[in-house]
């Protein structure tokens, strides 16, 4: 049982480049959503799902797309990577009534 | 959407002292209040979350304290030691975390030897 597993752990881009954080977890959760860390904003929701075929915009959304085709894989992409784009990237997973769970972060520069 | 203010940004206390950390937020169908221990260069960690049909939840050391009128919770933490040192943010939900979490911006705790 890995739990929630994110990849790569470490990125760096050039501006209109792009690119698929992957997020996978083994733990049958129904739910997952990422979130990018920036120093004093907190945590903030790009994108979340509720199911396999469900997807919603969280609060900043904007430069990112997500699918989720099974419950265990939940892809962030950035089509065309921009310098506001750095970040730290987290991904986590639940079930209803239980706590969430975060991967272990990918560490994106763009540069 | 749902807005949460936590406050304050850094506190420094004295090993062996109690600290508090206190959060607002705006949206009344909130109802789901965890808090995250965040240790430099690690994940978020799940300390302690309250449910809104419930006022205060105790685990060991750590409490959280919800006011649905006010639309306020605070943790506390007693009897404070070293390794309480890492930063805390608390969060916030209407569907029990599965829309995602709105987050404070985070409390620096320092524990002073």
């Known amino acids: 049982n890995a739990g929630v597993t994110q990849t790569p752990k470490f990125q760096v881009l050039k501006t209109g480049q792009s690119m698929t954080l992957q997020c996978a977890q083994d733990?049958?959760?129904?739910?997952m959503s990422w979130y990018r860390q920036d120093p004093g904003m907190g945590l903030r929701l790009i994108h979340y799902s509720v199911g396999a075929g469900i997807t919603d915009q969280g609060e900043v959304p904007n430069g990112y797309n997500v699918s989720r085709s099974t419950t265990e894989d939940f892809p962030l992409r950035l089509l065309s990577a921009a310098p506001s784009q750095t970040s730290v990237y987290f991904c986590?997973?639940?079930?209803?009534?239980?706590?969430?769970?975060f991967g272990s972060g990918t560490q994106l520069s763009v540069l | 959407g749902e807005n949460v203010e936590q406050h304050p940004s850094t506190l420094s206390v004295q090993e062996g002292d109690s600290a508090v950390i206190k959060c607002t937020y705006s949206d009344s169908a909130s109802n789901y209040f965890p808090w995250y221990k965040q240790e430099l260069g690690k994940r978020p960690q799940l300390i302690i979350d309250?449910?809104?049909?419930?006022g205060e939840k105790k685990d060991q050391r750590i409490a959280v304290t919800l006011n649905k009128t006010a639309k306020h919770f605070s943790l506390h933490i007693t009897e404070t030691q070293p390794e309480d040192s890492a930063v805390y943010f608390c969060?916030?939900?209407?569907?029990?975390?599965?829309?995602?979490?709105?987050f404070g911006k985070g409390t620096h705790l320092i524990i002073q030897p």
């Open positions: 986590a997973s639940g079930r209803d009534g239980e706590k969430l769970f």
């Open positions: 733990m049958n959760h129904e739910y």
């Open positions: 969060a916030a939900s209407y569907r029990g975390g599965a829309d995602g979490l709105t």
């Open positions: 309250i449910r809104s049909n419930v």
